[in-house]
């Protein structure tokens, strides 16, 4: 079970930081990662953060967003910094059985088996 919070409005160059908790000890050491689906488009990867928590960036957010991972807490956080209404979209935290991640301009809804139900981030210009 994953639950995303934190999404919200902001201004184009504000930050949010989005939060995803599991409940099993089994993902500490799994593949995590951020998606994000605007309306009326595919839902496409942002970040894969693996076992190791070596980090994958999708090309469209890389030098803007931050992974990282408090395995004592259970929780994956995702900072996005200069936010442009580019990124206004629902994002969803999902997590898979293995360590390694797809490159996340590569990655599918299916390489994953276990989803969040989104939290939605609006950024206005």
């Known amino acids: 079970q994953l639950v995303e919070s934190g999404g919200g409005s902001v201004q184009t160059g504000g930050s949010l930081r989005l939060s995803c908790e599991y409940f099993?000890?089994?993902?500490?050491?799994?593949?995590m990662a951020w998606f994000r689906q605007a309306p009326g488009r595919k839902r496409e990867g942002v970040v894969g953060n693996e076992g190791d928590h070596t980090t994958k960036y999708a090309a469209a957010v890389r030098g803007r967003v931050t992974v990282s991972r408090d395995t004592a807490k259970h929780v994956l956080y995702l900072q996005m910094d200069h936010l442009t209404p580019e990124d206004t979209a629902i994002y969803y935290c999902?997590?898979?059985?293995?360590?390694?991640?797809?490159?996340?301009?590569?990655?599918?809804?299916?390489?994953?088996?276990?989803w969040g139900q989104g939290t939605q981030v609006t950024v206005s210009s």
């Open positions: 999902a997590a898979k059985r293995g360590v390694r991640c797809p490159d996340p301009d590569a990655a599918e809804r299916s390489d994953y088996g276990a």
């Open positions: 099993d000890d089994f993902y500490n050491e799994r593949c």
